[in-house]
């Protein structure tokens, strides 16, 4: 298959308009001469059609894919567009539209402001449409911003701020490139309502950090960037954690043998280690480093921000956190929607969980970020409900939030529904420290260490064990 630039997720939270950038100082292959006037994606397809045809087909674009690493997901294709999160629950009731407060600012912009698309949700069917509908300068175009404006219609599409500006928006999307730190940061660190939200290790800080905060992706050190260990062909991003629903390179995996040895240290009893326990354990000793990160989203408990004007739920941030730990074998199970949920004996519904126990070959301990959340549940069913976030930032009614969104998600109108505990295990894989920084061993092994060995499967400390 044809190897194709990796198109990122969206990038619609900051960036300079033209001239105001040091990107216009730089050079592009585009600035010569490829084409005169950008006049929307049609330009691009111009040249590029195969590339937007794969990127089309790509979990980016799609918000859904394979699920080989889903243990009850039976062959079906999930991602966003079909599962619940305990963030801002599912795009379904909240897609695109300006929510503004009563002091006439805009607070939200529905969910397809985190996608690669100027509007339309995606269809699995391709089509002139769909096509024209992929922002390739929303990941490619050093710069870009874009807004919601609506049509003649009164449709809601977004556009580049620079759309009444002909030789600025020329010059902005001729700045074309593989996508940089800041342009998959915009998204990706923005995720779940503000600067770190939502992963925990994926920070703006990222974008030019020291090699304490992350030995990878420093500029002053090793230097990579987000392209060099998640790009895979045809547009398909390598890599999924333990916590994605969709695989985008189910053959193409990316892990930490990916780039290192098995045997990295050159130190026997470290070396043993990494038969068992995954490099992030001792590498990742904390994470949300700089920016705090939502750790509980109590939904049953509408929150309000009079200097804002607006909702939300009741967070609870976290800085500095330490991870929790657990076995993964590469596999996970997934809490669908539409299906009766399977309380722990605590009644906390597990949404993600990763797969492995002690005796479990295959697994390792891994490092996670353990978010917890209240969420609607139908009374009668049993089934997740996802809510109409956006206009309850506005409103903050939660009741109504409920019922749009068990009537977007299942046709469900006046549903009866009650409040459930949902906890998802997340994995940590960013703000890699150097040897420097990576844990020592009586980190772990001493007493009230950060181990839950009996968690684990072990009857206390092996190491312990093993001296005795």
Known sequence: MK??????????ITGLAAGNSPAATREYSHQDGYFEHYEGT??????????ATSFFHSQHYQWQGETPGLVNAGGRRLGKLNTMNDFCTNPLASWIGNAANSDGKVIAQGCSKCHAGLGLKPEPTLSRAQLENIDCLICHASGYRRDLY?????????????????PGLDSVSKRISLPERTMCLRCHAGAGGGPNFKRGDLEYELADCSPEFDVHMASAGNNLHCVDCHRGDDHRVRGRGA??????????????ESCHDARPHQVAILDRHTDRVNCTVCHIPTFAKKDPTDMVRDWSTPQRHDVANKWSATIT?????????????????????GEPVQPGPDGVVTLMRPEGTRKDKAAKIHAFKLHRATV????????LVPLAVDEFFVDGDLHKAVVEGAAAAYGVHDAAYRWVPVQRYMGIFHEVQPAAGALECLDC?????????????YPGDPLLAAID
């Open 3 to 12: 190897r194709t630039a990796l198109l990122a997720p969206v990038l619609v």
């Open 42 to 51: 049609k330009t691009c397809l111009q040249c590029h059609e195969e590339e």
């Open 150 to 166: 609506r049509d003649e219609a009164g449709h809601w599409d977004w556009k580049p701020i620079l759309w009444q500006n002909q």
């Open 243 to 256: 916590d994605l629903a969709g695989t985008d390179s189910p053959d193409n995996p990316l892990t930490c």
């Open 317 to 337: 941030m976290g800085q500095d956190v330490q991870p929790v730990y657990a076995w993964f074998n590469g596999k996970s199970r997934v809490t669908l929607m």
């Open 376 to 383: 609607p549940l139908l009374e009668d069913r049993g089934w």
């Open 445 to 457: 092994h001493r007493e009230g260490g950060r181990m839950d060995w009996k968690a684990l499967g």
